[in-house]
């Protein structure tokens, strides 16, 4: 699965394909995470990713 990651925040969302409501959230999490160091990564790359939050 991959996720669009918040480095600065430790936070992550899921990127889901045909998901209206994903896409609305995808845009929430940028405009509250612009100027963040954000990319987008395989979920399986992130390391402890039980220490970081998902975003709601």
Known sequence: MRVKVCFMCREYIPILEN???NK??????D????????QIVNKEEIMNIEEWKPFL
């Open 19 to 21: 998901d209206y409501l």
């Open 24 to 29: 609305e959230q995808l845009e929430k999490f």
């Open 31 to 38: 405009s509250l995470h612009s100027g963040h160091p954000v």
